[in-house]
C-alpha cells in the first residue's frame, strides 16, 4: 500500500462528485447513479488523482441525513464502478465508510477529523486505507453562526496535530494520513483568509495538505463579482496556484482539467 506522498505527488487533484439533493455546487446533478458514476470516470478522464464521492452535504445549514440513505445514495454508484475508478468516500459514518472500502474505495474522507463516529478510526485501522483529517468547528448545521478563534492558524495546526496523534494511537499509520485545514468549516471570511496565507504552517506538519477552495465563497468574496457566494472556476484556480506555492499538496476541484493545466503549469515553473 502506497503511502499519501506515494499516491499523491504534488500536486495532485481530487475531483468532486456529490450524490445530494443539497450540495453547493452540484447539487441533485448526480442523484442518479449511472450519472454519478460517469462524472466519476470523466474527472478521472480530466486528470484526477482521486474523485471525492459524498452522500451527505456538508454545507453550511445542512441537515444529517440516515445511515440508510446515505447508503442508498453512494453504494449503486461504487458498484457502478466496481473498484475501477479512484475513490476517496466522505462521509462521517463509519459504517458507509466500511462498505465503501470493501467496495474499492482508498480513502476516508471525513470532514469531523474521525470524531463524527466512534467506530471510525477502527474501520480505518483495520482497511489500512487513507484517511484525510479535516477541521471543523461546531458542525455543519450550526458552524458559520459564529465561528470564533484568538489565533485561527496555530488553533487548526494544533487541532490537526492532536487528531494525527490520535490517529496513531489508533493503529493508523502516520504515512496513510492526510491533513485539511477545512476553508469554510466554522470560519469567517477573515478566518479563510488567515488560514489560506497561513498553509505553510500546516504544511510544517509533515503530512501531505489537502485544500478545498474550490467554487467556495472565500474565493467569491475576494472578487467581490456578482456572486460573491460562490466563486468562480477562474478565481478558484488563481487561489489554487497561490496555495501551491505554500506547499499544498492536493487541490479538492470541480473543474479538474482547468486545474491540472494551471498547477501543472506552476509547478513545472516553481520547479526549474
Ligand atoms: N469541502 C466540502 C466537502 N468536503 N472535504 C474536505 N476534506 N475538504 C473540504 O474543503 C471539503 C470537503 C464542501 O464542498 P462541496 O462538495 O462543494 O459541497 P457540499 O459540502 O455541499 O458537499
Known amino acids: 500500500m502506497a503511502t499519501a506522498h506515494e499516491r499523491f505527488p504534488r500536486p495532485s487533484l481530487m475531483g468532486v462528485v456529490n450524490v445530494t439533493p443539497d450540495s453547493f455546487s452540484d447539487g441533485g446533478a448526480f ?3 449511472d450519472a454519478a458514476a460517469g462524472r466519476v470516470l470523466a474527472l478521472v478522464a480530466d486528470g ?4 471525492d464521492l459524498g452522500g451527505e452535504s456538508t454545507r453550511p445549514g445542512s441537515e444529517p441525513v440516515s445511515l440508510d440513505e446515505e447508503l442508498r445514495r453512494v453504494v449503486p ?5 466496481a473498484g475501477g475508478a479512484p475513490i476517496a468516500i466522505d462521509t462521517c459514518k ?6 465503501a472500502l470493501a467496495l474499492g474505495a482508498e480513502l476516508v474522507n471525513d470532514v469531523t477529523a474521525l470524531r463524527g463516529d466512534p467506530a471510525m478510526a477502527g474501520v480505518v485501522a483495520e482497511a489500512g486505507c487513507l484517511v484525510c483529517l479535516m477541521h471543523m468547528q461546531g458542525t455543519p448545521r450550526t458552524m458559520q453562526v459564529a465561528p470564533r478563534y484568538g489565533d485561527v492558524v496555530s ?3 494544533a487541532f490537526l496535530e492532536q487528531r494525527l496523534a490520535f490517529c496513531v494511537a489508533a493503529g493508523i499509520p502516520e504515512e496513510r494520513i492526510v491533513l485539511d485545514p477545512g476553508i469554510g ?6 478566518h479563510n483568509l488567515a488560514l489560506t496565507r497561513g498553509l505553510h504552517s500546516i504544511v510544517a506538519l509533515g503530512r501531505p495538505v489537502l485544500l478545498g477552495l474550490s467554487r467556495k465563497s472565500m474565493v467569491g468574496r475576494l472578487l467581490a463579482g456578482p456572486e460573491p457566494r460562490r466563486g468562480s472556476d477562474a478565481a478558484s484556480v488563481g487561489a489554487a496556484v497561490f496555495a501551491l506555492a505554500q506547499g499544498v499538496t492536493l487541490f479538492r476541484v470541480h473543474d479538474v482539467r482547468l486545474h491540472a493545466d494551471a498547477l501543472t503549469v506552476a509547478a513545472l515553473l516553481a520547479d526549474g
Open 48 to 51: 484526477a488523482a482521486i474523485v
Open 31 to 33: 442523484l442518479d447513479p
Open 185 to 190: 468549516f466554522g470560519k469567517a471570511h477573515e
Open 155 to 157: 488553533e487548526v495546526s
Open 77 to 81: 454508484v461504487l458498484e457502478r464502478l
Open 94 to 99: 463509519a459504517e458507509v465508510a466500511r462498505r
